[in-house]
């Protein structure tokens, strides 16, 4: 059972926006950064978001991020078809006596 | 650019022990740490834990920290993950990354281990 919960799947239409929640708590997303990773089978992941809401330079601005209390969200406006991957959201966690990184569970986008 | 080349897929008994390499380039390799996770065929990504390439100093994840060791070699900027008494249950992806910025900025691009008889 992952610490961070993400919805199992979403989907939405070309063109269109979906946004992807991560759940955690005080001892990870409350208190750390969070960052977003979109990976296509078979490949490694890839960062979208780090610091909650800040893109690298390679990252289309189609991709955004926020954080709210224990909360994030990743956002993808202008939907593509190659957008259909897998998601998750990262961070550290602090509730065992050492910092350790915490992945949420993934989330499969479907472009309809 | 920053690459992270990592060593190639493996096959291993139960009970024989594994060591994967993760040869960095492009960026000074030891002011970064770095992490390994794993990912079992269909499962979420598991981190293992992650050493800090300066000083060596390790931290491994409470389910794996029996049977887990890193190390690296700040002459050949390579860093590496060895996994003893492996199970079938090891069978995954193993991946490293450099942490930057708190994120998981540069991936190795996958070392596959399978465990069976």
């Known amino acids: 059972q992952s610490v961070l919960t993400q919805p199992p799947s979403v989907s939405a239409a070309p063109g269109q926006k979906v946004t992807i929640s991560c759940s955690g708590s005080t001892s990870n997303i409350g208190n750390n950064d969070v960052s977003w990773y979109q990976q296509l089978p078979g490949t490694p992941p890839k960062l979208l978001i780090y610091e909650n809401t800040k893109r690298p330079t390679r990252i289309p601005d189609r991709f955004s991020g926020s954080r709210s209390g224990t909360s994030a969200t990743l956002g993808i406006t202008g939907l593509q078809t190659g957008d259909e991957a897998e998601y998750f959201c990262a961070t550290w966690d602090t509730s065992l006596d050492v910092r350790v990184w915490v992945f949420g569970g993934g989330t499969n986008l479907t472009v309809l | 650019q920053v690459q992270l080349v990592q060593s190639g897929a493996e096959v291993k008994k139960p009970g024989a022990s594994v060591r994967i390499s993760c040869g960095a380039s492009?960026?000074?390799?030891?002011?970064?740490?770095i992490h390994w996770v794993r990912q079992a065929p269909g499962q979420r990504l598991q981190w293992v834990g992650w050493i800090n390439t300066a000083l060596g100093k390790t931290v491994y994840s409470q389910n794996l920290q029996d049977r887990v060791t890193f190390s690296r070699d700040t002459s050949t900027n390579t860093a590496y993950m060895e996994l003893r008494g492996l199970r079938s249950e090891d069978t995954a992806i193993y991946y490293c990354?450099?942490?930057?910025?708190?994120?998981?900025?540069?991936w190795g691009q996958g070392t596959p281990v399978t465990v069976s008889s």
């Open positions: 990354f450099r942490l930057y910025y708190n994120a998981a900025w540069d």
């Open positions: 492009g960026y000074s390799f030891t002011n970064f740490p």
